[in-house]
């Protein structure tokens, strides 16, 4: 079973936005800060954006400050990415993972912060 399922992914034109989704699967990611990232073949996995359990903390990476938003309903057990103003640039597969316990917000997170990852989403970009 995979922890983590992410949706919301597809081909949109620049300008345009979009927004994805990461369900937890079968457990509850609420104690838990999480994180979006994108990786493009042949590129290391970037970090995007984080947010920590209670969604008092929030991270960007530079490249999306302005045009992502990250949040998370604890309800629905759902983070989310709003991506706007979308470039070809930002075409990538999104992963979403969740923050081991040594995590500290508001900071970058590194692959070796997280623990469990979804499958990823695509996302493309036409100009």
């Known amino acids: 079973q995979v922890p983590l399922v992410e949706s919301g992914g597809g081909l949109v034109q620049a300008g345009e936005s979009l927004r994805l989704a990461c369900a937890a699967s079968?457990?509850?990611?609420?104690?838990?800060?999480m994180g979006w990232f994108r990786q493009v073949p042949g590129k290391e996995r970037q970090f995007l954006a984080s947010i920590s359990a209670r969604s008092s903390n929030k991270y960007y990476a530079d490249s999306v400050k302005g045009r992502f938003t990250i949040s998370r309903d604890r309800s629905k057990n759902t983070v989310y990415l709003q991506m706007s103003s979308l470039k070809p640039g930002d075409t990538a597969v999104y992963y979403c993972a969740s923050a081991l316990g040594t995590y500290r917000p508001p900071q970058v997170m590194s692959p070796a912060d997280c623990d469990y990852w979804g499958q990823g989403t695509q996302v493309t970009v036409s100009s």
């Open positions: 079968g457990w509850s990611f609420g104690l838990f800060g």
